[in-house]
């Protein structure tokens, strides 16, 4: 698997990590997270996900205890993606919470889609 990840902000940081385990993304903006905010952070990376691959945001488990998620609003990554990595974060606690330029943010896995060709009209099962 190749995966191309490319600094466009000085202030990046390049993940760490194997894909199929986690790349830790790391913030590049300070910024206070009042409960019940949610907030679009930069990464200052851009990646390009291989055709047959996906990529799928997960939460840092030492943002459990605070009630920081990442939301759905940063979606998954499909195969052919390429562009700026961001990550949505919310906060559902009930204090602010700070995010500090180069901390990470969240774990960014790659793994083979499970995407099976559609099957051809004749022989699709409508279940009728």
């Known amino acids: 698997m190749e995966l191309k990840i490319k600094r466009i902000d000085t202030r990046a940081t390049l993940p760490s990590g194997l894909p199929s385990e986690g790349l830790a993304l790391c913030s590049i903006e300070t910024r206070t997270l009042r409960p019940g905010q949610r907030h679009l952070f930069h990464t200052g990376l851009e990646i390009e996900i291989p055709e047959g691959m996906k990529g799928v945001f997960t939460q840092l ?3 459990a205890e605070e009630k ?11 195969q052919e993606f390429k562009g700026p990595i961001l990550v949505s974060l919310l906060n559902e606690g009930t204090r602010p919470f700070l995010v500090e330029e180069g901390m990470k943010i969240a774990l960014l896995v790659v793994s083979p889609t ?9 022989e699709q099962d409508l279940g009728v």
């Open 114 to 122: 499970a995407r099976k060709p559609a099957p051809k009209e004749e």
């Open 61 to 63: 488990d030492d943002f």
């Open 68 to 78: 920081i998620l990442v939301s759905a609003a940063s979606f998954d990554l499909e």
